[in-house]
């Protein structure tokens, strides 16, 4: 056994990031995350210890890595299982069809090429623009050393749609105009004012700390770019 691959789509509180677990009296039950990835890997711990790499792909909605302290649980548990490569993703209410092209690529260039999944995944996301379109996308790489990861958050970045990945709205929340904004890009800077009479509200944009720009997928106008956390 080379590889060992885990796919979990499970529903999480939409508050605490926890998944749940089951019923009691008729109500969903959720847990921490380390609990949970317990009661789901631990039956599976000395396949994991034996097999040179392993995959734990979560199709979960956004709360498990948007809340603080399930995202710290997470980063903890991939750790002490040993997993090689987790990939979580962070739309609130995550839509798993939008992953069908980063799954199919990582099939591709990982388990059949055998690519390492650190040098894989730029050309994975070149290949999901619509899935950039409703999420980012976390990846937790496990360290020589056992008990610590490092952890890349990827998103994707339009000059109009998603400046340096930035929600940037169509409707301005001040006046309700739409279609409202005109731009000005300077020094990698995006500044958005709305066009409305006798309105000045605006956004600015910069690039993230530790962000790099990925070429798979660039287009002029848009591409994805890889954050160091």
């Given at each position: 056994m080379e590889r060992v691959v885990f796919g979990i789509s499970n529903p999480t509180d939409n508050s605490s990031g926890d998944p749940y677990v089951g019923y009691e009296r008729k109500t969903y039950v959720a847990t921490p995350v380390h609990d949970f990835l317990a009661i789901i890997l631990g039956p599976w711990q000395g396949l994991i210890n034996k097999a040179p790499e392993s995959f734990l792909w979560l199709f979960s909605c956004g709360a498990l890595v948007n809340n603080p302290a399930s995202f710290a649980n997470l980063h903890v548990s991939v750790a002490h299982h040993g997993i090689s490569a987790a990939i979580a993703f962070n739309a609130v209410r995550f839509q798993p069809s939008f992953s069908a092209h980063l799954l199919l690529a990582f099939c591709e260039l990982v388990l059949i090429q055998r690519v390492s999944v650190q040098q894989a995944f730029p050309d994975m996301l070149g290949q999901?623009?619509?899935?950039?379109?409703?999420?980012?996308?976390?990846?937790?790489?496990?360290?020589?050393?056992?008990?610590?990861?490092?952890?890349?958050?990827?998103?994707?970045?339009?000059?109009h749609l998603r400046p340096w990945g930035n929600f940037l709205p169509l409707q301005c929340p001040d006046c309700g105009l739409v279609d409202a904004w005109t731009s000005v890009n300077h020094k990698k800077e995006y500044s958005f004012e709305c066009k409305g009479e006798n309105c000045r509200k605006g956004f600015v944009f910069s690039p993230p700390a530790n962000s790099r720009m990925l070429i798979p997928g660039k287009t002029r106008i848009s591409s994805w770019i890889e954050i160091r956390l």
């Open positions: 999901s623009y619509k899935l950039g379109r409703h999420s980012d996308v976390f990846l937790f790489l496990k360290k020589h050393d056992l008990n610590s990861v490092d952890i890349f958050r990827y998103c994707w970045t339009h000059s």
